[in-house]
């Protein structure tokens, strides 16, 4: 067992020389640390991360996280020890992700945060985070005027353990809830599904048959709720609002079944991030802690200035 | 004569049991006791019934198969993926377009043929079937991603949308096949040497195999049916969306194991029934339905289940030591 060790520690020492030689000559390796591919929305972040990185001319691999804290540090041990120089991180929790990333900035290696937050000042070399609270205050506020003050709604949460769920919920009602005749006649989660939200609004909808609007925490929620109300034949007397900016709610906005979304920008956010490196390696420390990214109302009047998941 | 009348116990439970739940809801939501909420829940479980039936089969011989959500999620893509685009050869510019069936087709196969491989795996190598189902689980989840892309299959066409959200003689569609497969599956389990065997070898292995049953044969047959169903509940999933979603039939497994286990279905195999499951499928549709009926906080509807599920494992306990 001894000699094993012994044999395994000489491995590691090797490995990390063979490492540090390769350094000068090869190109520079970035890894994309993500939360779930489980999700569109995260596959298509890790994707334009992975292609901007290819772009500057440099070897990137993604590591699917799972949603899975535990997992995320056995990502980020691996990526260290087999001598990664950068990380395009979307950490799985702002609270647990903060010691991987304490980790690879002991190893020199610096951290940039994509779309989520960690909650430290300084593990991570720079935040490029998508604004959710505000995002869903701007949602929250046409919400308002579009029922022109008064209705009864229900909102469709995403999974109650995600901080994002909360964010949005939290900006949309500092707004909505300031306004007496806005009733929100039902709460209720559907964990970010399509299918969920569907049998949830069914059974909303026997609940409570009068509803004016629904609010989704994503856009995947909002399709599914369209789908029960469209199969109600509600369709045209219930108002749908999502969140995300996905394929599928950009075209059926263009088309009247969903009111608003609100994009967020994955390929902003994505790109920033491996340009960030990009300038890191060429010897630029100066970043700015937390670079926001605005999130941006979409609606009937202004759709023909999106696609999915960004600007035309 | 002790198994009939544990058996039929166990049914009269699932029913009371129900019945109480029902009154309960009606009391306190008048939106309950519905014409429209009844086929609201009926269409809700007739996915989570498919597979349950299916679970409730490979339970019967004591195995398990966690690998039903991802080969659903795997076949309902490749129906939707070659609805939509067909597939193209690389190379020698070939392309091959799908007709409706054709697609659902290749679904049902898919899912066959990944039933049958958890079998053969199960059999062939002695693997546990926990062990061996938790392997396809992952796999057939990373297929998925594969053939998906990670990205959802939408926009299927009308004809395509009617499995999930027509209505045939007055019935929905998702209802008739849930029921079809309800009855021939019955059928299969009480009537026909198959049947019995499933039921011996969940009873007794080694006296089955003495008696002369084939057991990998039987037990192969069951998986793959049980992965043919998956992939029905795949393709009525992704129907009624009208999209066929990377991460679709997450957790349906425990969805599908708590149906069985609630109908009064061992673990230990050889004993429980088609019936009961259905009735396991139906109390916890309506509970999910009932809960959400009376904006219950979502936090509670999740402890609430899994109280529903431990209690039901506790008097099947009991059962089993009356017997």
């Given at each position: 067992m001894?000699?094993f060790?012994?044999?395994?520690?000489?491995?590691v020492?090797f490995?990390g020389c063979n490492?540090?030689?390769k350094?000068?000559?090869?190109p520079?390796k970035?890894?994309i640390v993500?939360?779930?591919?489980?999700?569109?929305?995260?596959?298509?972040?890790a994707?334009?991360a992975?292609?901007?990185?290819?772009?500057?001319?440099?070897?990137s691999?993604?590591f699917?996280?799972?949603n899975?804290?535990?997992?995320e540090?056995?990502?980020?041990e691996?990526?260290?020890?087999s001598?990664?120089?950068?990380?395009?991180f979307?950490?799985?929790d702002?609270?647990?992700s903060?010691?991987?990333a304490t980790k690879a900035?002991?190893?020199?290696?610096p951290?940039?945060?994509?779309?989520r937050?960690?909650?430290?000042?300084?593990a991570?070399?720079?935040?490029?985070?998508?604004?959710?609270?505000s995002?869903?205050i701007?949602?929250?506020k046409?919400?308002?005027k579009?029922?022109n003050?008064k209705?009864?709604?229900?909102?469709?949460?995403g999974?109650?353990?995600?901080n994002?769920t909360w964010?949005r919920?939290?900006?949309?009602?500092?707004?909505?809830?300031?306004?007496?005749?806005?009733?929100?006649?039902?709460?209720?989660?559907?964990?970010f599904?399509?299918?969920?939200?569907m049998?949830?609004?069914?059974?909303?909808?026997?609940?409570?048959?009068?509803i004016?609007?629904?609010?989704c925490g994503?856009?995947a929620?909002a399709m599914?709720?369209?789908q029960a109300?469209?199969?109600?034949?509600?369709?045209?007397k219930?108002?749908v609002f999502?969140?995300?900016g996905?394929?599928?709610?950009?075209?059926?906005?263009?088309?009247?079944?969903?009111?608003?979304t609100a994009?967020?920008?994955?390929?902003v956010?994505?790109?920033?991030?491996a340009?960030?490196?990009?300038?890191?390696?060429k010897?630029?420390?100066?970043?700015?802690?937390?670079?926001p990214?605005?999130?941006?109302l979409?609606t009937?009047?202004n759709?023909?200035n999106y696609i999915?998941?960004g600007k035309? | 004569?002790?198994r009939p009348y544990?058996?039929?116990?166990?049914?009269?439970?699932?029913?009371?049991?129900?019945?109480?739940?029902?009154?309960?809801?009606?009391?306190?939501?008048?939106?309950f006791?519905t014409?429209?909420?009844g086929?609201?829940?009926l269409?809700?479980?007739s996915?989570?019934?498919c597979?349950?039936?299916?679970m409730t089969l490979?339970?019967?011989?004591?195995?398990i198969d966690?690998?039903?959500?991802?080969?659903?999620?795997?076949?309902?893509a490749?129906?939707?993926?070659?609805?939509?685009?067909?597939i193209?050869?690389?190379?020698n510019?070939?392309?091959i377009g799908?007709?409706?069936?054709g697609?659902?087709?290749?679904?049902l196969?898919?899912?066959?043929?990944?039933g049958c491989f958890?079998?053969?795996?199960i059999?062939?190598?002695?693997?546990p079937?926990f062990?061996?189902t938790?392997?396809?689980?992952?796999?057939?989840?990373?297929?998925?991603?594969?053939?998906?892309?990670?990205?959802?299959?939408s926009?299927l066409?009308?004809n395509?949308?009617f499995i999930?959200?027509?209505?045939?003689?007055g019935?929905?569609v998702l209802?008739?096949?849930?029921?079809?497969?309800?009855?021939?599956?019955?059928f299969m389990?009480?009537?026909?040497?198959?049947g019995?065997?499933?039921?011996?070898?969940?009873?007794?292995?080694?006296?089955?195999?003495?008696?002369?049953?084939?057991?990998n044969?039987?037990?192969?047959?069951?998986?793959t049916i049980?992965g043919?169903?998956?992939a029905?509940g795949?393709?009525?999933?992704?129907?009624?969306l009208?999209s066929a979603?990377?991460?679709?039939?997450?957790?349906?497994e425990?969805d599908?194991?708590a149906?069985v286990?609630?109908?009064?279905?061992?673990?230990s195999?050889?004993?429980?029934?088609i019936?009961?499951?259905?009735?396991?499928a139906?109390?916890?549709?309506?509970?999910?339905?009932?809960?959400?009926?009376l904006?219950?906080?979502?936090?509670?509807?999740?402890?609430?289940k899994?109280?529903?599920?431990?209690?039901?494992v506790?008097?099947?306990?009991?059962?089993?030591?009356a017997?």
């Amino acid at each position: 067992m001894k000699l094993f060790k012994v044999l395994l520690l000489l491995l590691v020492i090797f490995a990390g020389c063979n490492g540090d030689s390769k350094k000068s000559d090869e190109p520079k390796k970035i890894a994309i640390v993500v939360s779930t591919l489980n999700n569109p929305w995260f596959v298509f972040l890790a994707e334009t991360a992975a292609k901007k990185a290819k772009e500057l001319g440099y070897e990137s691999k993604i590591f699917d996280s799972q949603n899975n804290t535990a997992l995320e540090t056995d990502h980020f041990e691996n990526a260290i020890s087999s001598g990664y120089d950068a990380v395009l991180f979307n950490p799985t929790d702002a609270t647990g992700s903060v010691a991987n990333a304490t980790k690879a900035k002991n190893a020199d290696i610096p951290v940039f945060c994509m779309d989520r937050e960690i909650n430290s000042p300084d593990a991570a070399t720079s935040q490029i985070l998508s604004d959710n609270y505000s995002g869903c205050i701007e949602m929250g506020k046409y919400f308002v005027k579009t029922l022109n003050k008064k209705g009864k709604y229900v909102e469709l949460l995403g999974i109650v353990s995600d901080n994002n769920t909360w964010n949005r919920s939290k900006g949309f009602h500092s707004i909505v809830d300031n306004y007496k005749e806005l009733k929100m006649v039902a709460q209720q989660s559907a964990d970010f599904d399509r299918n969920k939200a569907m049998e949830v609004m069914e059974s909303l909808l026997q609940a409570n048959p009068d509803i004016n609007a629904v609010f989704c925490g994503n856009d995947a929620m909002a399709m599914g709720a369209y789908q029960a109300l469209s199969a109600a034949n509600k369709a045209d007397k219930v108002k749908v609002f999502g969140f995300d900016g996905a394929e599928d709610a950009i075209t059926s906005i263009q088309q009247g079944k969903v009111t608003a979304t609100a994009m967020q920008f994955p390929k902003v956010i994505a790109e920033t991030a491996a340009t960030f490196a990009d300038e890191y390696f060429k010897g630029k420390r100066d970043f700015p802690k937390k670079k926001p990214v605005a999130v941006e109302l979409v609606t009937k009047e202004n759709i023909e200035n999106y696609i999915g998941y960004g600007k035309k | 004569m002790s198994r009939p009348y544990s058996l039929q116990l166990a049914k009269f439970q699932s029913l009371i049991a129900l019945f109480i739940l029902c009154l309960a809801l009606s009391i306190l939501s008048d939106k309950f006791l519905t014409v429209d909420n009844g086929w609201n829940v009926l269409r809700q479980i007739s996915v989570n019934i498919c597979i349950s039936v299916g679970m409730t089969l490979i339970v019967l011989t004591s195995g398990i198969d966690l690998s039903v959500g991802s080969v659903l999620a795997l076949s309902g893509a490749i129906t939707a993926g070659l609805l939509k685009s067909g597939i193209e050869l690389p190379g020698n510019d070939l392309f091959i377009g799908f007709t409706m069936l054709g697609a659902i087709l290749a679904g049902l196969l898919t899912g066959s043929v990944l039933g049958c491989f958890n079998g053969w795996i199960i059999t062939r190598f002695k693997v546990p079937p926990f062990v061996a189902t938790l392997g396809m689980l992952t796999i057939a989840r990373g297929l998925t991603m594969l053939w998906t892309k990670g990205y959802p299959i939408s926009g299927l066409g009308n004809n395509f949308a009617f499995i999930g959200s027509g209505w045939f003689l007055g019935i929905p569609v998702l209802v008739w096949i849930a029921s079809v497969v309800v009855v021939l599956s019955v059928f299969m389990s009480n009537k026909t040497a198959f049947g019995r065997y499933i039921f011996a070898i969940g009873g007794n292995e080694n006296a089955s195999r003495l008696s002369g049953i084939n057991i990998n044969k039987v037990k192969v047959l069951v998986y793959t049916i049980a992965g043919l169903l998956a992939a029905v509940g795949g393709i009525m999933v992704t129907s009624r969306l009208d999209s066929a979603q990377p991460n679709a039939g997450m957790s349906y497994e425990l969805d599908s194991i708590a149906a069985v286990v609630i109908g009064g279905t061992s673990l230990s195999g050889g004993r429980g029934s088609i019936m009961g499951t259905v009735l396991g499928a139906i109390i916890i549709g309506v509970l999910n339905n009932g809960l959400v009926l009376l904006d219950v906080s979502p936090f509670w509807q999740q402890v609430v289940k899994g109280f529903v599920i431990l209690f039901a494992v506790i008097i099947d306990k009991a059962n089993s030591k009356a017997e």
